[in-house]
Structures are given as structure tokens and as C-alpha cells.
């Protein structure tokens, strides 16, 4: 069935690096919906950004990711993490077919000073 | 517009006790989901609803878990009987259907003693 992977459990990095999460994903499916939430400690979840479409790089926020089907992967990036991105991400997916949709286990940014 | 509200926030159960989870979609939202949140696992489907109808069951929570949809504006989650292994944020989210995005509820936070 469809899955979505995050290797890394707890990202910590110092305030001013550039952040990378990585999320692959597996279907059977060619037309996947990517998706990153994020959840905020005493917050709900919440979308941060999503893209369908192959190798166009989709922005908000200050973070972007590329759908890359040839290599199943959709990871976050920002160029300079702030404190106030600390949080937990969730990549997920949509699947065109049953219309439910999977998280992954998400990761944990840590930011510090 | 009113969120996803979820009903109650915490809830606390002896174990082998029956305990019902409440669930508000936004209004006019055709899709309902009940995602279990943990650290390790990170966000599980339970159920997926679409219009009323259960198009996903969670496969492995099938025996003691039990998502309703009376009415296209109440979902209830039944974990019958609680074991301590169930203690997890639950959230309910809710989607139009042609719209993607998912909101989230606040979660009840369930403890099993």
C-alpha cells in the first residue's frame, strides 16, 4: 500500500543554517499529492505546502520543496532556520485512487540560538 | 467559520473501560479522518469517511476501534476496551473533497491507566 517515509526523527541545528527534511514516498499511483504539515506545540496541524506536480518547486512561508517522481521524493527546505520554526513536520500523501491520506512518522526540527 | 472541535480535550480511563471520542468537521466538509498521534508512530489513519460513508477502517484497529458518522456534522471514535497501549493524542481532521487540504482538530489527549 501507499507510505510514506522520514528517516530522521529529531533534526536539531543552530539558528541561520539552512534545514533539509527528508520525506520519500511509495504508490503504485503516478499521481501522487505531496504534503508537509506542521504542528506546533499547543496548536493543531496545520499545511504548510503541497504540489502534484513533477519537478516544480512549490514556496510558502519561507520554505519549498520539488516533487521529484523519478526519485519518490518530496524534501522541506529552507534556506535559514528561524527559533520559531521548531516544531514537528509531517510529510504526507495523497493517493488519487482511494483519497485517503498517509503520514509519515514526522521529525522533529529542533532550532537554537 | 468554526473549526474542527473536538470533544473533550483530555480524558483519562481505567483499563477495559469503553471511552467515546467526539468529532465537529467544519461545516460543509464532505471528508472526515481519525488519525492517532504518537512519537514513534507519528500520525496513524484510524477511519476515513467520505459523506457519511467509512471508506477506510485502519486495517490493524479494526477490533477495538470504532468510527461513526451519524451525521455529516458528528463523527464519535469508540475504543472498546481501553489498554494502556492506547494512551495517544487522537486527532480528527476534516476536507472538502476537491480542496486537498486537511484541517486539523485540537486532539483529545487520552491517557490509559
Known amino acids: 500500500g501507499d507510505s510514506v517515509t522520514q528517516k530522521e526523527g529529531l533534526v536539531t541545528l543552530t539558528e541561520g543554517l539552512p534545514v533539509m527534511l527528508n520525506c520519500t514516498y511509495q504508490t503504485i499511483y503516478s499521481n501522487a499529492f505531496l504534503f508537509w504539515y506542521v504542528h506546533y506545540l499547543n496548536e493543531s496541524p496545520r499545511l504548510l505546502l503541497k504540489?502534484?506536480?513533477?519537478?516544480k518547486r512549490t514556496e510558502h512561508q519561507g520554505f519549498h520543496a520539488t516533487l521529484h517522481k523519478s526519485s519518490s521524493s518530496f524534501h522541506l527546505q529552507k534556506s535559514s532556520a528561524q527559533l520559531s520554526d521548531s516544531a514537528l513536520y509531517y510529510c504526507?500523501?495523497?493517493?488519487?485512487?482511494?483519497?485517503?491520506?498517509?503520514f509519515g512518522t514526522g521529525t522533529r526540527l529542533q532550532v537554537l540560538p | 467559520d468554526a473549526g474542527v472541535t473536538q470533544t473533550p480535550r483530555h480524558e483519562v480511563a481505567e483499563k477495559g473501560q469503553t471511552i467515546i471520542l467526539k468529532c465537529e468537521p467544519v461545516?460543509?466538509?464532505?471528508?472526515l479522518f481519525w488519525y492517532r498521534q504518537t512519537k514513534i508512530q507519528g500520525l496513524e489513519l484510524l477511519s476515513y469517511f467520505r459523506s457519511k460513508s467509512l471508506m477506510e477502517d485502519g486495517g490493524a484497529f479494526k477490533d477495538r476501534f470504532k468510527a461513526e458518522m451519524l451525521n455529516s456534522s458528528f463523527s464519535t471514535l469508540k475504543i472498546q476496551p481501553t489498554e494502556p497501549k492506547d494512551s495517544a493524542v487522537y486527532l480528527c481532521?476534516?476536507?472538502?473533497?476537491?480542496?486537498?487540504?486537511?484541517?486539523f482538530g485540537a486532539g483529545t489527549r487520552l491517557s490509559v491507566l
Open positions: 481532521a476534516s476536507r472538502t473533497g476537491a480542496q486537498n487540504t486537511l484541517y
Open positions: 504540489s502534484s506536480t513533477d519537478n
Open positions: 461545516s460543509g466538509h464532505n471528508d
Open positions: 504526507a500523501l495523497r493517493s488519487s485512487n482511494t483519497n485517503k491520506v498517509v
